[in-house]
């Protein structure tokens, strides 16, 4: 399969059966005071240095969440996350999965931007309580992490990246999904196979859970 050649599905969406359909009006303005706060925060140097701090896209009842690593230049640019060449790889990905707009959010571990697109695991460390709180406020059937950085920030403990990838597992609470990171895909053709491979049994994983 290509992800890029593959047809875009009819959006699969079940309102029936999804227990987070309606947003509850206090956990919009939970989301919204948090929302505010990370745009706001100060608490490591990355914060000195960015233009905007990145902080979702996605519908606020969503069925999966993406955890992606830290926001790129373009992402820096415009505050909203992967939008850059790994971002279209995702969405060519999501579309396969046939999610609405509304049954998918994407976010990062880091909220702003590090230095050369360096990975900073300190400020990863001090971020982590927004990734946390964001998830309780979101609680998606599943965590789609992206990347091995983004998979050590939830779970430490997890196997190699490439071992641990396409299979979902319980972990503190939530379904976990790892997934390799999209601008591997676009690295080296293996990659691009192993990811193409994962997504699929991501979508399999979704269907079996609608059944
Ligand atoms: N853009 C993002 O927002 N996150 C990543 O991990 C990569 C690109």
Request: charged fraction near 30%; hydrophobic fraction near 40%; include cysteine.
């Amino acid at each position: 399969m290509s992800t890029t050649r593959r047809r875009t599905k009819a959006p699969r969406t079940a309102p029936a059966l999804h227990p987070n359909r309606a947003v509850d009006a206090e956990v919009r303005r939970a989301w919204g005071r948090l929302s505010a706060e990370i745009r706001a925060c100060r608490r490591c140097p990355l914060g000195d240095l960015r233009t905007h701090a990145v902080v979702y896209r996605g519908g606020l009842a969503p069925r999966v969440v993406f955890v992606g690593e830290a926001p790129g230049a373009e992402e820096d640019r415009t505050g909203v996350p992967f939008v850059g060449r790994s971002g279209r790889e995702l969405d060519r990905a999501v579309a396969t999965l046939g999610l609405s707009d509304e049954d998918f959010g994407v976010l990062n571990t880091l909220k702003c931007r590090p230095p050369g697109n360096r990975f900073d695991p300190s400020a990863a460390r001090t971020c982590r309580p927004y990734l946390d709180r964001q998830l309780e406020l979101l609680h998606p059937e599943v965590v789609v992490t992206l990347g091995a950085r983004a998979l050590a920030a939830i779970d430490p403990t997890a196997l190699p990246m490439l071992s641990a990838a396409g299979r979902p597992r319980a972990h503190g609470g939530i379904t976990l999904f790892p997934l390799i990171h999209p601008a591997a895909a676009l690295r080296s053709r293996r990659l691009r196979e192993r990811w193409e491979r994962d997504v699929r049994v991501l979508d399999q994983w979704l269907a079996e859970r609608l059944a």
